[in-house]
């Protein structure tokens, strides 16, 4: 998304900073004569101001937990502050708001992976992985995909990975509690570019502070967090000479042209039909001979359908006859429920919105875009666009409310600020080096794969994911160009749910089990 999501210049030290920090900074007295204050000013100038003063003083909040998991007590320190990202160590330039956990029964950190963790947008802070799939605390979701009822609370999360790795949970600039610093232009971190600097920046200055340039590292990001992985994994190579073990996308893209409709880009119609037919049969849509098979099963064909016959549709355009045109749309109503009249009058192109409003318009209902298991109800059926995603009502606000509270009452950290779940603040979003074409950085973590040749990437895709839909990736690593001999280093796992199947719970087990799996098989030989 998470969330749906989701996302770097020079800018040197990171230092830390808590908004309960007591920070003074003197002033010269009324009475001194202007000949004193020209000394006071110069001697500032001659060593470090007064805001640098207060820049420099550092403060996190540390506290303590344990959380069982598989059966073992797993104890944790959780350390939550912000690190200041500054210019050739002097200016600060924004406060980057995090959250660590790291085990505290480990005799040798420098053997212990350390994950670094981000959502997407771009616009998302972190709280969707933290308290959804990977922290030591959760919510706890109805497996039939129907809303909490208010108020919320948490459980302790038996399927977190901190048994396994630690974890730093990074809300960039302008999310979650990250600002950019008094006086400083928010348009220098947001764009891709810009966002690459200061999430890098983060990267190298945590791992420099805590000391675990040794230890294996990781990054793993949800929705456009795929595409800052990607570019990420290449601007810590190139800027830091930082190598990484492993990178994880969950729900991500990498590629823009995947899911972007309309004008002559087919792509799209292409990888969002499986997803089609994956909704369809949640909401039993489809003939009893398709509804009888496994998710799986019907997905399996979607695809097939798709890269082949479907795609040849597309291509062929105005060229299809009448015959072809109606075997076609006969082919896609068979997998997605939809009347082939329909499909037709849509020239056999179905983008996302006009799906969710019309799968189960004869119930008056609409499917969820970052999660299709969900119904909403729209003022009413007329229309090709539904009025609000269903599964973003049901979701948001169980996350930001246990996320006011957790911060508060278990982390012990304050702030006066918002904490930005998702926010629009960081638009408009500078695409620069794209001008003129989709955005796309499989070329970086191609390069970034190939000059690291131990760089593992696993990718995690819900089924009923609209918003990032598990085709539109897999076309992208179909397309990466990476060389033969390094496509074992790429694995894929599918899950029921959808961008963020992790509370699904039968799904977030399966995650687990896979990404334990995927760690363990990381882990240097020696």
């Known amino acids: 998304m998470a969330r749906l999501g989701i996302f770097v210049s020079r800018l040197g030290v990171l230092l830390l900073c808590s908004p309960l920090a007591i920070c003074l900074t003197i002033s010269p007295s009324f009475a001194q004569d202007k000949e004193s204050q020209k000394e006071s000013k110069a001697a500032d100038n001659d060593s470090t101001t007064?805001?640098?003063?207060?820049?420099?003083?550092?403060?996190?909040?540390?506290?303590?937990?344990?959380?069982?998991?598989?059966?073992?007590?797993?104890?944790?320190?959780?350390?939550?502050?912000?690190?200041?990202?500054?210019?050739?160590?002097?200016?600060?330039?924004?406060?980057?708001?995090?959250?660590?956990?790291?085990?505290?029964?480990?005799?040798?950190?420098?053997?212990?992976?350390?994950?670094?963790?981000?959502?997407?947008?771009?616009?998302?802070?972190?709280?969707?992985?933290?308290?959804?799939?990977?922290?030591?605390?959760?919510?706890?979701?109805?497996?039939?995909?129907?809303?909490?009822?208010?108020?919320?609370?948490?459980?302790?999360?038996?399927?977190?990975?901190?048994?396994?790795?630690?974890?730093?949970?990074?809300?960039?600039?302008?999310?979650?509690?990250?600002?950019?610093?008094?006086?400083?232009?928010?348009?220098?971190?947001?764009?891709?570019?810009?966002?690459?600097?200061?999430?890098?920046?983060?990267?190298?200055?945590?791992?420099?502070?805590?000391?675990?340039?040794?230890?294996?590292?990781?990054?793993?990001?949800?929705?456009?967090?795929?595409?800052?992985?990607?570019?990420?994994?290449?601007?810590?190579?190139?800027?830091?000479?930082?190598?990484?073990?492993?990178?994880?996308?969950?729900?991500?893209?990498?590629?823009?042209?995947?899911?972007?409709?309309?004008?002559?880009?087919?792509?799209?119609?292409?990888?969002?039909?499986?997803?089609?037919?994956?909704?369809?049969?949640?909401?039993?849509?489809?003939?009893?001979?398709?509804?009888?098979?496994?998710?799986?099963?019907?997905?399996?064909?979607?695809?097939?359908?798709?890269s082949g016959p479907y795609a040849t549709a597309l291509l062929n355009g105005a060229k299809l006859s009448d015959d072809e045109i109606n075997a076609v749309a006969q082919q896609l109503s068979r997998l997605t429920g939809l009347s082939p009249k329909f499909i037709e009058r849509a020239k056999l192109r179905i983008d996302m919105d006009r799906f969710a409003k019309e799968l189960l318009r004869e119930e008056g209902r609409t499917v969820g875009r970052f999660d299709s298991r969900y119904k909403g109800i729209d003022r009413d059926n007329a229309g090709d666009s539904y009025e609000y995603d269903a599964s973003g009502a049901a979701i948001f606000g169980p996350f930001t409310a246990t996320f006011n509270d957790y911060v508060r009452t278990e982390l012990k950290y304050t702030e006066d600020r918002v904490y930005e779940i998702l926010t629009g603040n960081v638009q408009p979003w500078s695409y620069r080096r794209f001008e003129g074409r989709y955005v796309d950085a499989t070329d970086t973590l191609r390069k970034a794969m190939t000059a690291n040749p131990y760089l593992k990437l696993f990718l995690a895709c819900g089924y009923t994911d609209l918003a990032t839909p598990h085709f539109a990736m897999m076309n992208t690593v179909d397309h990466l160009m990476l060389d033969r001999t390094l496509r074992p280093n790429i694995s894929a796992k599918f899950y029921e749910g959808g961008h963020m199947m992790y509370i699904y719970e039968p799904s977030l087990q399966k995650l687990r089990s896979d990404l334990l799996e995927f760690y363990q098989s990381n882990q240097p030989t020696k």
């Not at 909040?61 to 944790?76: A, L």
């Open 50 to 306: 007064e805001k640098e003063k207060k820049d420099a003083t550092e403060k996190t909040i540390v506290t303590e937990g344990q959380v069982e998991i598989d059966g073992k007590v797993v104890p944790y320190r959780a350390t939550t502050g912000k690190l200041l990202l500054k210019e050739d160590g002097k200016k600060s330039k924004a406060e980057m708001f995090f959250v660590a956990y790291t085990r505290t029964d480990v005799a040798h950190k420098e053997k212990r992976p350390v994950t670094f963790c981000f959502n997407g947008g771009p616009g998302s802070s972190s709280v969707w992985l933290h308290l959804g799939m990977l922290g030591p605390k959760r919510i706890d979701f109805p497996d039939d995909a129907t809303p909490i009822r208010p108020p919320y609370g948490l459980v302790p999360n038996a399927y977190s990975l901190l048994d396994t790795t630690d974890m730093v949970f990074i809300d960039p600039v302008s999310t979650g509690y990250s600002r950019p610093a008094d006086g400083e232009a928010k348009e220098q971190f947001h764009g891709y570019e810009e966002d690459l600097r200061s999430v890098g920046q983060f990267i190298y200055d945590w791992t420099s502070k805590y000391e675990r340039w040794l230890s294996p590292k990781y990054l793993l990001g949800e929705s456009y967090g795929g595409i800052r992985a990607a570019g990420l994994a290449g601007y810590l190579q190139d800027r830091y000479y930082m190598e990484l073990n492993g990178i994880v996308i969950v729900s991500g893209v990498v590629n823009f042209q995947t899911l972007r409709f309309g004008g002559s880009n087919d792509l799209p119609y292409i990888a969002f039909l499986p997803t089609y037919a994956a909704t369809a049969w949640y909401h039993k849509r489809l003939a009893p001979e398709m509804q009888s098979q496994p998710i799986s099963d019907v997905v399996a064909q979607a695809e097939k359908f798709a």
